[in-house]
């Protein structure tokens, strides 16, 4: 007696099965090629910029040569431009916020993560995000109306003390202006704090409890749970944030305008007024033309330049202080 064949229905549930992996790797290219672009409209977004700046300031970066990286001197009459000063203004202001915003930072978050109690982690977190979210021109006229005259007030006092030390003496000797790189890296900070201490609260409490319940069970202090687990464990989100204000401290225009006093001189006093890359552009740009303008704009893409630096600068310390900590 012949024998009917059943039907194949393991070959049929292979190939919906086969189907729905095609399907599923078709949806996959397509969404890997749509985050890929949104990547590459980044990079290409950030690489327009640099390149219309150095473009825009063409006439004298290749006209003026070193003359204008080395050069103090800005003199629109003269057509005679340097931009030393700025470049000075903006690293030495930044260097100053991240001096005192980073401890101070890492404080809060270490306090509200480790150490205060519940009912007072919320409002602070809260405060934190408040501030963070104030925009920079506040801050400029906080420092101008408040902050400046208060600064003017005890300026003569770090004159009279730090003033006298044998190496740092010079930087805080010069006339109580209030207006200048003191007055405006702490300003500078004011403005960042907010964006670090959120940052690292919100890294330190990925750290799984169960790792620092072990430490504390083996006697060690919240300084060393804090040292030895929640810092290695997150030290590239850290990084990331102290980044992230580095960032705003180099670029910032308004806040830094106020309170800086937009002197274009070098001086080894931080009680000096002085100029910064962006306030210079935010001050003069409107009135520029011609070489002016161009000169301007040379010194926005040494912005970009600066801030590609100093960025990767920190990220190659950061690396070799990970591969020494690994061996």
């Not at 005890?154 to 003191?182: C, D, H, K």
């Not at 006697?219 to 810092?231: Q, Y």
């Not at 001189?265 to 003069?284: F, Q, R, T, W």
């Amino acid at each position: 007696m012949a024998t009917i064949p059943a039907p194949d229905i393991v070959t049929g549930t292979d190939t919906g099965i086969d189907r729905r992996a095609l399907r599923d790797a078709r949806h996959d290219a397509r969404f890997r090629a749509l985050v890929m672009a949104c990547a590459l409209l980044l990079l290409a977004s950030l690489l327009g910029a640099a390149l219309s700046t150095l473009w825009g300031g063409r006439e004298v970066l290749f006209g003026h040569g070193w003359h204008f990286l080395t050069s103090a001197a800005w003199n629109p009459v003269a057509d005679d431009y340097g931009a030393l000063a700025p470049v000075f203004g903006t690293l030495v202001t930044s260097f100053i916020a991240l001096l005192l915003a980073v401890p101070t930072a890492f404080g809060i978050a270490l306090y509200l993560t480790q150490i205060a109690p519940g009912w007072l982690r919320a409002p602070v977190a809260t405060a934190i995000e408040l501030l963070a979210s104030i925009p920079s021109i506040i801050y400029g006229m906080w420092g101008l109306f408040v902050f400046v005259p208060f600064m003017a007030g005890i300026e003569p006092v770090l004159s009279a003390t730090l003033g006298r030390l044998p190496l740092l003496g010079r930087l805080f000797q010069g006339p109580p202006l209030g207006l200048g790189l003191l007055t405006a890296g702490i300003v500078l900070a004011v403005m960042i704090l907010p964006f670090i201490a959120a940052v690292m609260r919100e890294v330190f409490q990925t750290v799984p409890v169960r790792l620092q319940e072990s430490a504390y069970a083996l006697g060690a202090t919240t300084w060393e749970v804090v040292w030895h687990i929640v810092l290695p464990y997150t030290r590239s989100a850290v990084a990331g944030g102290i980044f992230l204000g580095l960032g705003r401290a180099l670029g910032e225009t308004m806040a830094v305008t106020f309170v800086l006093g937009n002197a274009y001189n070098l001086s080894s006093s931080l009680l000096m007024p002085g100029v910064s890359i962006s306030s210079s552009i935010a001050n003069e740009f409107n009135e520029a033309v011609d070489l002016h303008r161009s000169a301007l704009l040379a010194l926005g893409f040494l912005l970009f330049v600066v801030t590609f630096a100093v960025l990767a600068l920190a990220r190659w310390m950061l690396r070799r202080l990970a591969r020494r900590e690994d061996r």
